[in-house]
């Protein structure tokens, strides 16, 4: 079976030449379940927008031969990936593939948008016809399930762990339609249903063994999403664990919010923990997060970002006052797990199941420094973490799936 091999990509450490291969991608049963989500600009350039969803959210069509300003998706690991399937892929006339969005944009910064890379690479490396559909509240999650099959995808895509449920439904119901959830576990998966996990309490550990070390008043902080989320209960609490592990005298302030876009409370929780004392802040929770690690970087704290690299999304690229301070970013490179499935499905290949994205095969990794200047020990720490958690050394200290303390 032909998988592709996610890379590694930590520019802070010393760069490795990425290739992606064409090899088995082991499946591990590790849940994961999330739905960061937040708002977003308008559509980029070089999409067409189609009449909106009853009741539901923005239904866009993309364009198979580039993103913003005709830019195209291919590029690097996208890039890769697309050689080492082409050849292998007939594609039937009528293949078109559909995206569901957790509530959010495909441009927002957060998950939505590294999923919809990797669909939009998928769409323009294969010449797939496509849409998606971005969801503006949790009340069109059924309605726009429903809605993505009004073209008779082959392929779905749907984003989040607040959509779990709807998607089973939906799989169960419609068999000759192969589902992809991303970040969403279920106990038993049918036939044409696979969920794209990450560990991530094994990205927590990395924060943490990293913040643990970089912290000179040993507190640190987590402005955390909903607790009821398990995702985010793995990245804090192994955070914590793994904060620990690196100094023991660190004191870990974990704050969860009721929502993933408070940006008040976000902002308001990491001014708190400032005022206790914590010098290091991880955001992990959609834009309350974000907002969270924006306000304590504008005040000289360093912060630490989720999911995709902030330094792009909430920093604009350096353009935002404390940029500087944005150490780091725990990386779920979920766009190439979609890719593949996509790609598996055309190759006859896909199954149902797990498909784990992991500090071993490159699924959960960091994001370069960029502006800031860290301590050499700090930036030690970080890849000692991801290479302890990738050769098994490490431990996360925590239930892979309910996130919760492992005794002892």
């Known amino acids: 079976m032909n998988q592709i091999q996610i890379p590694k990509e930590n520019p802070m450490r010393a760069r490795r030449l990425f290739t992606i291969l064409a090899v088995l991608l082991s499946f591990a049963v590790v849940a994961a379940a999330c739905g960061d989500s937040g708002g977003g600009d308008d559509n980029a350039e070089g999409q067409t927008t189609a009449p909106a969803a009853e009741d539901g959210g923005e239904v866009t069509t993309t364009v198979a031969d580039g993103g913003a300003s005709g830019d195209t998706f291919l590029v690097g690991k996208f890039a890769d990936a697309c050689d080492s399937f082409k050849d292998q892929v007939t594609v039937p006339d009528d293949f078109n593939i559909g995206l569901v969005t957790d509530i959010g944009k495909i441009n927002d910064g957060t998950f939505n948008e590294g999923v919809y890379k990797g669909f939009a690479a998928a769409a323009e490396c294969f010449g797939l ?80 063994g990293f913040a643990g070390t970089l912290t000179e008043s040993n507190v640190v902080g987590v402005v955390a999403g909903v607790e009821a989320v398990p995702p985010v209960v793995r990245f804090a609490n192994a955070f914590k664990h793994c904060a620990e592990l690196a100094n023991p005298d660190v004191d870990v302030r974990i704050v969860y919010h009721e929502s993933f876009t408070d940006v008040t409370g976000g902002a308001a929780t990491a001014e708190q923990m400032l005022g206790e004392g914590a010098d290091v802040i991880f955001g992990a929770g959609g834009p309350t997060g974000s907002s969270g690690i924006k306000t304590a970087a504008a005040k000289g704290a360093w912060v630490i970002g989720v999911d995709t690299d902030e330094y792009y999304t909430t920093f604009e690229g350096g353009a935002i006052e404390g940029a500087d301070k944005l150490a ?26 797990i498909f784990t994205l992991t500090a071993a095969n490159g699924g959960m990794d960091y994001a370069p420094a960029h502006d800031a200047d860290l301590p050499a020990d700090a930036v030690k720490a970080l890849e000692d973490f991801r290479a302890g958690l990738a050769d098994g050394s490490i431990s996360t200290g925590v239930d892979p799936i309910t996130g919760q303390p492992l005794d002892g």
């Not at 993505?148 to 709807?166: C, H, K, R, W, Y």
């Not at 991303?182 to 943490?208: H, I, S």
């Not at 797990?337 to 055309?346: C, P």
């Open 129 to 208: 016809e496509n849409r998606f559909i971005e969801t503006a509240s949790e009340a069109d999650y059924v309605t726009n399930l429903n809605s993505i099959l009004d073209d008779n995808p082959e392929v779905v895509v749907t984003v989040g762990f607040m959509l779990a449920s709807d998607t089973l439904e939906q799989a169960q119901a419609h068999p000759d339609v192969k589902y992809v959830g991303v970040d969403q576990f279920q106990p038993e998966y049918p036939d044409n249903y696979v969920g794209v996990l990450a560990a991530d309490d094994q990205g927590g550990c990395m924060m943490g």
């Open 328 to 353: 780091t970013s725990a990386i779920k490179d979920v766009g190439l797990g979609v890719f593949n499935q996509i790609a598996m499905a055309l190759t006859g290949e896909f199954q149902s199941g």
